[in-house]
């Protein structure tokens, strides 16, 4: 039996920190929409797992 092969990481730091640059501009853009709630939740999310 061959063992699995190991999971690589689907995003990089870089896309971490461009993403982190990008939410609070789209959440500006669109604070009064309902689904504001979810990006400020993400970005509150990266924000952590940048700290990892």
């Excluded at 092969?5 to 604070?31: G, N, Q």
């Excluded at 939740?41 to 924000?47: M, P, Q, S, T, V």
Aim: overall charge positive.
């Amino acid at each position: 039996m061959s063992e699995p092969t190991r999971a690589r990481a689907v995003l990089s730091t870089e896309d971490f920190k461009l993403i982190r640059e990008a939410v609070p501009h789209y959440l500006r853009a669109h604070e009064d929409q309902p689904e504001s709630i979810k990006f400020s939740n993400l970005y509150h999310r990266l924000g952590s797992a940048a700290r990892r």
